[in-house]
């Protein structure tokens, strides 16, 4: 079968300095991928280039078998690939109401309708009520984005992400900030938010990873030193090495 994402050979500079090298990855349909690695190891410089946000200096990007490297960011989100960014963005002065309903409307084709009275569009409607009630918001819908706690607003960002209808989601830290009870109920919005999707998700706290990932890339200096399910990484000589140290032992 052709896969999600394949990303070859990709290689990125930024001046003289090479972040990105020779980067080879390969994300099965409907597969749940942690990517790994020590800061500054190029994780979401990697996403920025799946996500179209910066572009491969070579090598090439593909979503489900399509080369996607070199178009913008909205050409491959309409193309099924919908991402979260390290930091929340969602809009503050928004309802949690109009940020869902934003996604919704973009999913849905109504994109530039800001004419219409699209609380009108019973799809719409329906659909923005279906994703609140998924993520566990409803009660908080008329809240400005802005004063929900920081847990529900990553909450509501993970739900825009998701339910924007892609196929293909990828999430950079999602939990980071988050207290356990937090990073728990995190966890199991995108297990469920997720099921049948693919996804690829960037994260730091090994029990997210670990509990989640089917498969899991360790990236160091911008180059995968190895990919495989949790056991095999659990396993892997070079990684313990690189990576994860007295943790994996
Ligand atoms: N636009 C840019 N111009 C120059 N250097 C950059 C640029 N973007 C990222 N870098 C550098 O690329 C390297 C990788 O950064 P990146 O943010 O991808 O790492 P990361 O693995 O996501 O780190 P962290 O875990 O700390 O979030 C860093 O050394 C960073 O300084």
Redesign the pocket.
Same mark, same amino acid.
């Given at each position: 079968m052709t896969a999600a994402i394949e990303v070859s050979a990709v290689e990125k500079r930024? #001046?003289n300095?090479s972040?990105i090298r020779d980067l080879n990855l390969s994300v099965a349909q409907g597969e749940r991928h942690a990517i790994i690695?020590?800061? #500054?190891? #190029?994780?979401? /410089? /990697?996403f920025n280039l799946i996500s179209g946000h910066?572009k491969p200096t070579s090598g090439e990007v593909r979503l489900n078998g399509d080369v996607i490297s070199g178009l913008r960011p909205f050409e491959i989100n309409r193309r099924g690939l919908s991402r979260s960014f390290?930091v929340t963005n969602v809009f503050a002065r928004m309802s949690v109401w109009e940020n869902v309903r934003c996604a919704v409307l973009w999913a849905t084709g109504h994109r530039y309708a800001f004419w219409k009275n699209v609380d009108s569009l019973p799809e719409v409607r329906e659909r923005t009520a279906q994703i609140l009630d998924d993520i566990h918001l409803t009660h908080r819908r008329d809240v400005p984005a802005g004063l929900l706690t920081y847990a529900e607003q990553r909450e509501l960002e993970i739900g825009i992400t998701i339910a924007s209808g892609a196929t293909v989601v990828i999430l950079d830290?999602p939990t980071a900030g988050m207290s356990h009870a937090e990073t728990e109920r995190a966890v199991a919005l995108i297990r469920r938010l997720t099921e049948g999707k693919t996804l690829v998700i960037?994260e730091?706290d090994m029990s997210v990873v670990f509990g989640l990932a089917d498969r899991i890339s360790v990236?160091v200096y911008?180059h995968i030193i190895a990919s495989g399910t949790p056991e095999e990484i659990r396993r892997d000589p070079k990684v313990k090495e690189a990576y994860l140290g007295e943790e994996a032992h």
């Amino acid at each position: 079968m052709t896969a999600a994402i394949e990303v070859s050979a990709v290689e990125k500079r930024f #001046g003289n300095v090479s972040i990105i090298r020779d980067l080879n990855l390969s994300v099965a349909q409907g597969e749940r991928h942690a990517i790994i690695g020590p800061n #500054g190891a #190029g994780k979401s /410089t /990697t996403f920025n280039l799946i996500s179209g946000h910066i572009k491969p200096t070579s090598g090439e990007v593909r979503l489900n078998g399509d080369v996607i490297s070199g178009l913008r960011p909205f050409e491959i989100n309409r193309r099924g690939l919908s991402r979260s960014f390290q930091v929340t963005n969602v809009f503050a002065r928004m309802s949690v109401w109009e940020n869902v309903r934003c996604a919704v409307l973009w999913a849905t084709g109504h994109r530039y309708a800001f004419w219409k009275n699209v609380d009108s569009l019973p799809e719409v409607r329906e659909r923005t009520a279906q994703i609140l009630d998924d993520i566990h918001l409803t009660h908080r819908r008329d809240v400005p984005a802005g004063l929900l706690t920081y847990a529900e607003q990553r909450e509501l960002e993970i739900g825009i992400t998701i339910a924007s209808g892609a196929t293909v989601v990828i999430l950079d830290e999602p939990t980071a900030g988050m207290s356990h009870a937090e990073t728990e109920r995190a966890v199991a919005l995108i297990r469920r938010l997720t099921e049948g999707k693919t996804l690829v998700i960037v994260e730091h706290d090994m029990s997210v990873v670990f509990g989640l990932a089917d498969r899991i890339s360790v990236l160091v200096y911008g180059h995968i030193i190895a990919s495989g399910t949790p056991e095999e990484i659990r396993r892997d000589p070079k990684v313990k090495e690189a990576y994860l140290g007295e943790e994996a032992h």
